[in-house]
């Protein structure tokens, strides 16, 4: 089992940057890929962006493309996501996501079902 706990959401302007954190732990070794999703009211989880664990290689949805960051700290089992010139569209609750196994590694998870396990999710708000 591995456990996931996201850190860092809060009320920000527009134009504004926040940092989210997300911390692993349990049976970190097996962690091959992480992920943020994020969940506005209404709508569906929708992919943020994704980190390759060893190589620290990412990817990001064309929405936050240049002004998001993934990033990690693998000895301390933790990815961030940096965020920078918010606007009122990237409000929503953040989830941190997992996948274990070389296999989730092979594609760019973008899908909710590639990840098998969740954070609890982190509000962000970015007001007008």
């Known amino acids: 089992q591995v456990q996931l706990v996201e850190s860092g959401g809060g009320l920000v302007q527009a134009g504004g940057s926040l940092r989210l954190s997300c911390a692993a732990s349990?049976?970190?070794?097996?962690?091959?890929?992480m992920a943020w999703f994020r969940q506005a009211p209404g709508k569906e989880r929708e992919f943020v962006g994704t980190?390759?664990?060893?190589?620290?290689?990412?990817y990001y949805a064309d929405s936050v493309k240049g002004r998001f960051t993934i990033s990690r700290d693998n000895a301390k089992n933790t990815m961030y996501l940096e965020m920078n010139s918010l606007i009122p569209e990237d409000t929503a609750v953040y989830y941190c996501?997992?996948?274990?196994?070389?296999?989730?590694?092979?594609?760019?998870?973008?899908?909710?079902?590639?990840?098998?396990?969740w954070g609890q999710g982190t509000q962000v708000t970015v007001s007008s």
């Open positions: 349990g049976r970190t070794f097996g962690i091959s890929t």
């Open positions: 980190i390759r664990w060893s190589s620290g290689r990412t």
């Open positions: 996501a997992a996948g274990v196994g070389v296999a989730r590694a092979v594609v760019i998870g973008k899908s909710v079902g590639e990840y098998d396990y």
